[in-house]
């Protein structure tokens, strides 16, 4: 048996690398391809938003970065849509070495009121898009003989919250694909792994706390001290450079033995 100490490339070097992020023009998304543009990686951003200020945002990131910087526009709700988003990638940059599953909405409804479209949607986008663009990603990993698929899951991938079935069960169904997609990449030097935040003050959470104040009936004050941060024991949002300090170990080489995880950053909320 081969004893040799693999040699590590610097955990904050991505030069030469490409990026797929969805869900990337704001929020988490925005945070993670703004990281991985400053350490020399290459991005494809996706997302919703003014096409404007998506052109400026994608602008400033490759003139700030020195790096190439692209947007598509994929429909998220459209599995070959995402493909292409994929296929895009390894088309204009020649390569894609991470791909990140963020995009994700959120409706809050009880279950007997759920509208069957809010259900439809919420799987399809934070469930089944994941699976499209994983899908799409593996082959090209497979010929580089490399890769890093980060799927950005909740914790209510882990536990469950009333109002929000959708959202519960398509954030469950991403740490499970992740488990098994890390298993079926295990010797193939492609690795897999969830992030399963906590409450994050990004533009779905303010939409969150408006939507709970109506279906409690109370103030959004009220909702963000005490349903919102009640969960989390530190009583405050995570912030997007907790996330990016786990999401860079794991698309580094330092995690090339870390596959198939959910990791929860959630100021304690799952230690209960």
């Keep these: 048996m081969d004893n040799q100490r693999p040699v590590f490339k610097d955990p904050n070097d991505l030069s030469g690398q ?104 919420i799987i399809a986008i934070n469930l089944s898009s994941t699976f499209y663009a994983t899908r799409a990603a593996i082959p090209i990993m497979k010929a580089q003989g490399r890769g890093r698929i980060v799927n ?57 706390v408006a939507d709970l104040a109506r279906t409690r009936g109370t103030s959004k004050e009220k909702v963000l001290s005490e349903v919102i941060l009640e969960s989390q024991p530190t009583k405050r949002f995570v912030n997007t450079d907790e996330l990016t300090g786990a999401f860079l170990y794991l698309v580094s080489d330092l995690g090339a033995s870390t596959t198939g995880i959910s990791m929860p950053i959630d100021g304690g909320w799952t230690a209960r």
């Design 152 to 208: 950005i899951a909740s914790v209510h991938g882990l536990v469950a919250s009333p109002f929000k079935s959708a959202y519960v069960a398509a954030k469950h169904g991403v740490v499970g694909f992740t488990k098994t997609v890390a298993l079926e990449l295990a010797q193939d030097n492609i690795t897999c792994n969830a992030i399963c935040p906590g409450f994050v003050e990004t533009p779905l959470v303010a939409a969150q």
């Design 18 to 121: 490409v990026a797929v992020i969805s869900g990337s023009t704001s929020g988490i998304g925005l945070a993670l391809a703004r990281a991985v543009a400053a350490r020399g990686c290459d991005v494809v951003l996706n997302g919703l938003g003014d096409p404007s200020e998506i052109e400026r945002t994608r602008a400033e990131l490759e003139a700030s970065c020195g790096v190439r910087v692209r947007y598509h526009a994929a429909n998220m709700l459209k599995g070959d849509e995402v493909a292409d988003m994929v296929a895009y990638a390894k088309h204009q940059l020649g390569r894609l070495d991470i791909l990140v599953n963020n995009a994700g909405i959120q409706h809050v409804e009880a279950v007997e009121k759920f509208p069957s479209d809010q259900w439809e949607k």
